[in-house]
């Protein structure tokens, strides 16, 4: 069965430092894969994505994340996190292009200013 | 643009109530797709359905739990008679038709539904 795992529940960071979120996934075959954001309060809004094409994807508000198909990796990076990146970070796949997506179950990041 | 609309926002029920969760997907998405998210857990596919036809179902419970999306109107997911555990927040997503140049799904601010 398909799932997605992400590593780290809880991770606290001082504005400045770097961001790495580890998310794995486990699927068969071609995959799109996804991150998205949910700022407190907010609905889900999508960071980046990938769908095919060089596996380093840039997103919005300076992330990024590299896909690597041989250790069914998606992680995430920021490399100075602010105050306002305080949010819940899911990440996601997808095995056909219009179906459902797998969550992970979610990565809280907060910020210290 | 109008983003992904869901009514009501919060939503509480006794035990037993039907719950009637509504989301209106984006303008020109003809594809739509709910979530539940569970304390402490991520978001889990319920069903996905298309104008008048569901899709996949296989994340919908065998009972109590339905989903439309008629020719007019908007998306319902139908909870009858809740229970306890039916409490969670309930996301709606749309996504364009196929043909279209991306296949993202747009995801609406949830309903939240504590059963008492």
């Known amino acids: 069965a398909q799932s997605v795992s992400q590593h780290n529940h809880h991770v606290i960071l001082s504005e400045a430092a770097s961001l790495e979120l580890g998310c794995n996934y486990s699927y068969g075959g071609t995959v799109n894969l996804f991150w998205y954001v949910q700022y407190p309060g907010q609905h889900l809004q999508l960071l980046l994505k990938?769908?095919?094409?060089?596996?380093l994807v840039k997103g919005i508000k300076g992330f990024e994340a590299e896909f690597i198909k041989s250790k069914f990796s998606f992680n995430l990076r920021k490399p100075s996190v602010q105050w306002s990146d305080t949010a819940e970070y899911f990440c996601?796949?997808?095995?056909?292009?219009?179906?459902?997506?797998?969550f992970g179950r979610g990565t809280q990041l907060t910020v210290w200013p | 643009n109008a983003g992904v609309m869901q009514n009501p926002r919060h939503l509480v029920r006794r035990r037993g109530q039907e719950a009637r969760l509504r989301c209106s997907p984006m303008?020109?998405?003809?594809?739509v797709y709910w979530y539940r998210q569970l304390p402490e857990e991520g978001l889990k596919f319920m069903v996905y359905?298309?104008?008048?036809?569901?899709?996949?179902e296989s994340g919908m419970p065998k009972e109590r739990f339905s989903a439309e999306f008629p020719k007019e109107g908007p998306s319902i997911l139908r909870i009858q008679q809740v229970v306890r555990g039916d409490s969670a927040a309930y996301f709606c997503?749309?996504?364009?038709?196929?043909?279209?140049?991306?296949?993202?799904?747009?995801f609406g601010p949830g309903t939240r539904l504590t059963v008492t």
């Open positions: 359905l298309q104008k008048e036809n569901i899709i996949d």
């Open positions: 303008k020109g998405h003809s594809h």
């Open positions: 997503a749309s996504s364009p038709p196929a043909g279209a140049s991306s296949y993202e799904q747009y």
């Open positions: 996601a796949v997808r095995g056909s292009t219009l179906g459902r997506l797998y």
């Open positions: 990938y769908f095919s094409g060089d596996p």
